[in-house]
């Protein structure tokens, strides 16, 4: 069982960066392939960035890539999500995910767990 809690979300301007955090708990940290989700109002949950179970490999949306980046530190069993650039289409409560044993996928259906999210604002 793992348990995910996201943080760092909040009010931003155009063009202004932030840091979400996904803290999770569990012993099999370091075996789950991780991820962020992005949940516009009314509308589905949409891959935003995935990295692997080494840290090693990380896969992008096109509509992040460039301006996101994931990362994962397994030693304090956090995910990171780098968010710069931000424009009010970013605004959503963003998800963390955790997938075991698995690839890094872009489907919500491949992963386990979820966070309650964390929500981002964008203003103009």
């Known amino acids: 069982q793992v348990q995910l809690v996201e943080s760092g979300g909040g009010l931003v301007q155009a063009g202004g960066s932030l840091r979400l955090s996904c803290a999770a708990s569990?012993?099999?940290?370091?075996?789950?392939?991780m991820s962020w989700f992005h949940q516009a109002p009314g509308k589905e949950r949409e891959f935003v960035a995935a990295?692997?179970?080494?840290?090693?490999?990380?896969c992008y949306a096109d509509s992040w890539k460039g301006r996101f980046t994931i990362t994962r530190d397994s030693a304090k069993h956090t995910v990171y999500l780098q968010m710069n650039s931000l424009k009010p289409e970013d605004t959503a409560v963003y998800h963390c995910?955790?997938?075991?044993?698995?690839?890094?996928?872009?489907?919500?259906?491949?992963?386990?767990?979820w966070g309650r999210g964390t929500q981002v604002t964008v203003s103009s």
């Open positions: 995910a955790a997938r075991a044993y698995g690839p890094m996928v872009k489907q919500t259906s491949g992963y386990n767990y």
């Open positions: 569990g012993r099999t940290f370091g075996t789950y392939t």
């Open positions: 990295v692997s179970w080494s840290g090693g490999s990380t």
